[in-house]
T-cell receptor, first 109, second 114 residues
Framework: RKEVEQDPGPFNVPEGATVAFNCTYS??????FFWYRQDCRKEPKLLMS???SGNEDGRFTAQLNRASQYISLLIRDSKLSDSATYLC??????????FGAGTRLTVKP | ETGVTQSPTHLIKTRGQQVTLRCSSQ?????VSWYQQALGQGPQFIFQ???????GRGNFPPRFSGLQFPNYSSELNVNALELDDSALYLC?????????????FGEGSRLTVL
């Protein structure tokens, strides 16, 4: 079983749609959690951190359930520019960060 | 741009050869992490260097080795190349031990092993 598992995707949605990505992690020692975004043929970039209380950044909402070892990302009012691969990331105490395989999103006009 | 530069951007090697990849971290960053990203997969942690010492390693064999220099730039060396080593190698820099979770990635070195 992979340490970080994500919805396989791809997700193809129309502009304005709401889309949700799920992620589970297997190691309960995971310390911190993040979503990164990777555009095609580009490097990953931090999208947002994920806090236990849930957190929002504009159209993006992240949730964490430590008991279920589950992380989610919700994107509201999708834009064409949201098309990318979304990577779920967990960080351990020794500072190594484990990435999921990513979920590809395509937003269509 | 992140300010993290990697070289070379592309290279082709044959099985059994050795390769050295280079990374210059963002100004002021003292930590460098290396990742391997195979096609269609997420980045896989190879190791991290903090102030010139290895500070954590993923599940990669000893033929993957690295160095960090006093100016915090870094090298990734891979010996006895195998076909499965073909991938994008990403370097990421951070200030300290990335407690905020923000890694600044370079654009990567794409290695093809024939």
């Amino acid at each position: 079983r992979k340490e970080v598992e994500q919805d396989p995707g791809p997700f193809n949605v129309p502009e304005g749609a709401t889309v949700a990505f799920n992620c589970t992690y297997s190691n309960s020692a995971s310390q911190s959690f993040f979503w990164y975004r990777q555009d095609c043929r580009k490097e990953p970039k931090l999208l947002m951190s994920v806090y236990s209380s849930g957190n929002e950044d504009g159209r993006f909402t992240a949730q964490l359930n430590r008991a279920s070892q589950y992380i989610s990302l919700l994107i509201r009012d999708s834009k064409l520019s949201d098309s990318a691969t979304y990577l779920c990331v967990v960080k351990y105490n020794n500072n190594d960060m484990r990435f999921g395989a990513g979920t590809r999103l395509t937003v269509k006009p | 741009e992140t300010g993290v530069t990697q070289s070379p951007t592309h290279l082709i090697k044959t099985r059994g050869q050795q390769v050295t990849l280079r990374c210059s971290s963002q100004s002021g960053h003292n930590t460098v992490s290396w990742y391997q990203q195979a096609l269609g997969q997420g980045p896989q942690f190879i190791f991290q260097y903090y102030r010139e010492e290895e500070n954590g390693r993923g599940n990669f064999p000893p033929r993957f080795s690295g160095l960090q220099f006093p100016n915090y730039s870094s090298e990734l060396n891979v010996n006895a190349l195998e076909l499965d080593d073909s991938a994008l190698y990403l370097c990421a820099s951070s200030l300290g031990l990335a407690t905020t979770g923000e890694l600044f990635f370079g654009e990567g070195s794409r290695l093809t092993v024939l």
